[in-house]
């Protein structure tokens, strides 16, 4: 039975987005603080909502819309994550003349696309969801209006994301073909009433594979990536490195899930997974070792952690992914807050050289800044480390030994990018002042709690992992 309930969440998101707009349209004012206030509070109205909800499962439009666990989780997760980067935003958009009324508003309409992916059991939907997300991310990307970069990075993201639109409804329909449903539980059905998977519907999920590899930046298709983060407010970076990867993974463990062990046992597929880690992994970790500007370092960082993540879908380990999503999102969102921090009006400090004695200079951004890169190389007692090591183990409990060798060594290849930063903060002289923005109290916010939840879910994550296992067992298995 249809419930209202399943589309509170994204009822109140969609009112959010839309009374933003509004407000912005009949209250011209300069200072747009007052509309990132308005957002925080529908943003914590759905996260109230989300919980309240937990142990109902309610589903709207015959089931193509269901709030299961799994679809709370992240919602929730997204949320909290949309919360920091409107508070990293505010002083930002001031500072670096970004400050639109719309900024808000795309922000939550953007959440809001996917709020619809991660709650979605149809491939049509979920490619509403997608394409609701990709406008809104086209526009945030290129609100730099007057940057040469920005212009490039909006432009790039457009063109190469219709590109993967497109193989994505190519991939449905041959999914369509084969099986007669865009419904992803009855092409499980038919993929477990069936003895092989014929070409068609191998065809049809490689196709999905390549659209939703766009989004998650996987090699071959991560191109975009290290522009677009370049270009774009570094603040809607940090937006791009968590958002856009944390629901194409979800979308990909809905679709795997329920027949890994159908799909999974198909060499092609299987064989493709792991091809496409290997090079995600090598390539993003090489490619960022030759950069010197912090946000490309962080990109091609973001494109090395998309493969470590595929390891988690070829180990059948829902709970080592859900985890690592959830780690990953703290630690991104913190290290782009201290990129955010070390700025100030109409300047942003990105290259290598621009930290030189920041360490010591700013002993606080600088040491929070410094764990945020240890717990993305994955040392101890981080967050990152126990997402590396359950993903990891869960690889060799799988026999993927030579592929988590692979990853052990693209890991041991990163800590020299990540470190090298932290040895420009605390072994370079400086080679011209920094002079940055201290009266930011969001941006520190942020980062401490951004600091809180890396180290407690390194050192305590009992709770956390409960709760991703109750999420997990929401999902339909056949």
């Not at 142990?55 to 709370?72: E, Q, V």
């Not at 958009?93 to 959440?111: H, R, S």
């Not at 360490?359 to 007692?381: N, Q």
């Not at 969001?442 to 180290?455: E, G, I, R, S």
Request: glycine letters at 8%; hydrophobic letters at 55%.
């Amino acid at each position: 039975m249809n419930s209202f309930g399943a589309l509170l969440p994204l009822l109140i998101l969609v009112v959010g987005s839309l009374l933003v707009l509004l407000l912005e349209a009949f209250l011209k004012k300069q200072n747009r603080d007052y509309l990132a206030y308005i957002s925080i509070l529908f943003l914590i109205g759905v996260i109230a909502a989300c919980v309240s909800l937990w142990n109902k499962s309610l589903y709207y439009f015959g089931g193509y819309l269901s709030l299961d666990k799994i679809a709370i989780f992240f919602s929730v997760l997204l949320s909290i994550a949309t919360i920091f980067v409107i508070l990293i935003s505010m002083k930002y958009i001031v500072l670096q003349d970004v400050n639109y009324g719309e900024y808000y508003a795309l922000l939550l309409l953007a959440l809001s696309g996917m709020f619809i992916m991660v709650s979605s059991q149809n491939l049509l939907v979920i490619f509403l969801g997608l394409e609701v997300l990709s406008m809104s991310s086209y526009a945030l990307a290129g609100m730099k209006r007057n940057d040469p970069l920005a212009v490039e990075a909006a432009v790039k993201y457009f063109l190469l994301g219709s590109f993967a639109s497109a193989f994505l409804v190519f991939g449905i329909a041959f999914l369509y073909g084969a099986t007669g449903a865009t419904d992803i539980n009855i092409i499980v059905a038919f993929f477990q009433s069936d003895s092989a998977l014929g070409l068609t519907a191998l065809c049809g999920l490689g196709m999905i594979l390549i659209g939703f590899g766009f989004k998650i930046a996987i090699v071959p298709f991560h191109m975009w990536t290290p522009d677009v983060y370049q270009g774009a407010p570094t603040p809607i970076t940090a937006f791009f490195s968590v958002g856009p990867k944390v629901v194409g993974f979800v979308v990909l463990l809905r679709i795997f899930y329920p027949y890994w062990k159908v799909v999974l046992d198909s060499q092609v597929i299987f064989t493709l997974l792991w091809v496409l880690s290997v090079l995600t992994m090598v390539v993003g970790n090489l490619m960022a070792l030759r950069q010197t500007n912090i946000k490309r370092i962080l990109a091609y960082s973001s494109i090395a952690h998309a493969g470590y993540l595929i390891i988690a879908i070829l180990s059948q380990d829902s709970s080592s992914l859900v985890f690592y999503l959830t780690v990953y999102a703290f630690m991104n969102i913190g290290a782009f807050t201290a990129v955010i921090a070390l700025g100030k009006k109409d300047k942003e400090y990105l290259e290598l050289d621009d930290y030189a004695g920041i360490g010591f200079k700013y002993p606080w951004i600088g040491a929070t800044l410094m764990i945020f890169l240890l717990s993305l190389a994955g040392f101890p007692p981080t967050g990152g480390f126990l997402a590396k090591f359950y993903v990891f183990s869960s690889g060799v409990r799988q026999g993927l030994e030579t592929l988590v060798i692979i990853a052990v060594l693209s890991s041991l290849i990163s800590v020299f990018y990540y470190l090298r930063i932290v040895i420009y903060m605390y072994m370079k002289e400086p080679k011209h002042d920094i002079d940055i923005n201290l009266n930011n109290p969001a941006v520190f916010l942020v980062m401490f709690l951004c600091l809180y939840f890396v180290l407690q879910l390194g050192l305590f994550p009992r709770n956390v992992l409960a709760l991703v296992n109750q999420a997990i067992q929401s999902l339909p298995l056949f």
